[in-house]
């Protein structure tokens, strides 16, 4: 998959822009704060509906104009175009191939990209929101029907937190929590499923490119640490679990009137030769473990797509040490990658591959 046309209007910092990009590596240059990130932005927009670096559309808008609009034309079988409308008057429309789309989930899976910044060491150093997070975006993309499970489920969760709420006041209508468990854990065990059969997966993948990079010396090891318990992943097994662990801290969960246990409070865990990378682990080592989770995740979507997504490199090679700058560049070459960064001279260097390369200055791009 590769995109062949970012058409911008009104988007953060640029006025009209309309670039075409090379199928493989596409570098935008510049010093700081003239729009390269900005670039990225737009094309994650295409990919998830929305930005990822704030909730809050109407920044999106270029100051003192009152729509913007985001255009992308990329291959994947056939040529396809996403545009996205935002305005500070009416609501976000997504369009694919000139055909409005209602929900976000019918957007997702589309335009399958893989983010890579420096910003995302939270994954491994942060709290388990970051971690959610990451697997529910891939998730989302390449399997059909997570998204919207994901959506019932918190959904669900919140009325059964407005019903534990209430029953503070109103004790008579504890009586319909039953039908409440019954949902969360039909929906939970779902998530559940899937995402411990992904992290089996990514952990094989993660391990094996860890083990390179660190020379074989290290092991990783990536769990999915759930709240609720079961043996074999069977959504069955989880989903009866699930309605007993709902059950038992009925207690506790009214006290606070909230839900203790499920998906929403689960966590990744890393470990490196057995101890966990968050605690443990220098800030190297913490570093490789991204880069193996990030290889690996593309690697995943090629398996479960059969399609390598683009790649969005916002920043991240000044970070990595040679070493680790050789792995990545190893990867990027079969894939279409948009990289980001201040100094192109050192990127010429490190890429022997054709690069396409444009320089950003003050919200104007121009190919060189
Ligand atoms: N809604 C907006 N309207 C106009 N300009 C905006 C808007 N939002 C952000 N900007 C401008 O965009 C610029 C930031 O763009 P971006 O984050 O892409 O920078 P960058 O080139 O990636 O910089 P760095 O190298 O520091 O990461 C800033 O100058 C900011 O003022
Ligand atoms: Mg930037």
Redesign the pocket.
């Known amino acids: 998959m590769y995109i062949k046309r970012i058409d911008l209007k009104n988007f953060?910092?640029y006025k009209e822009t309309d670039i075409e990009l090379g199928e493989g590596v596409n570098v935008f240059y510049?010093?700081?704060?003239?729009?390269?990130?900005?670039?990225?932005?737009s094309v994650y927009m295409a990919s998830t509906g929305k930005s990822h670096r704030t909730q809050k559309d109407m920044?999106?808008?270029?100051?003192n104009?009152e729509d913007a609009k985001i255009t992308i034309d990329y291959k994947k079988e056939e040529e396809e175009r996403i545009e996205i409308y935002l305005s500070k008057r009416l609501k976000k429309q997504i369009r694919k191939n000139g055909v409005r789309i209602s929900k976000i989930g019918d957007l997702i899976g589309n335009l399958n990209a893989v983010i890579f910044s420096p910003d995302h060491m939270k994954i491994i150093k942060e709290g388990p929101v970051e971690r959610r997070r990451f697997i529910d975006i891939i998730l989302s993309q390449v399997k059909p029907g997570y998204y919207y499970n994901l959506v019932q489920y918190l959904r669900t969760l919140e009325q059964r937190n407005n019903l534990l709420n209430e029953a503070g006041i109103n004790t008579g209508i504890l009586k319909t929590i039953d039908i409440w468990n019954e949902q969360l854990a039909d929906f939970g065990a779902k998530i559940i499923r899937a995402r411990q059969e992904f992290i089996c997966k990514i952990c094989c993948m993660a391990a094996d490119t860890h083990k390179r990079i660190s020379n074989e010396k290290e092991k990783l090891d990536i769990k999915y640490n759930s709240s609720i318990k079961y043996h074999n992943n069977s959504e069955k097994e989880i989903r009866e679990s699930f309605i007993k662990v709902l059950e038992n801290y009925i207690k506790i969960d009214l006290k606070r009137g909230i839900t203790h246990k499920g998906p929403h409070r689960d966590d990744i865990l890393f470990f490196i030769n057995g101890a966990e990378v968050k605690t443990y682990s220098s800030q190297g080592q913490q570093r490789t473990t991204l880069l193996s989770l990030k290889i690996s995740e593309l690697k995943y979507m090629k398996e479960e797509t059969g399609e390598l997504p683009v790649l969005l490199l916002?920043?991240v090679f000044s970070e990595l040490d040679k070493e680790r700058q050789k792995y990545l560049i190893e990867f990027i070459k079969d894939m279409q990658t948009i990289i980001?960064c201040?100094n192109v001279e050192y990127f010429e260097r490190l890429i022997n591959e054709e690069v396409k390369v444009f320089k950003?200055e003050?919200?104007i791009i121009e190919k060189e």
């Open positions: 953060r910092n510049g010093r700081n704060a003239q729009g390269k990130t900005n670039i990225i932005e920044e999106l808008i270029r100051w104009s916002d920043d980001t201040t950003v003050e919200g």
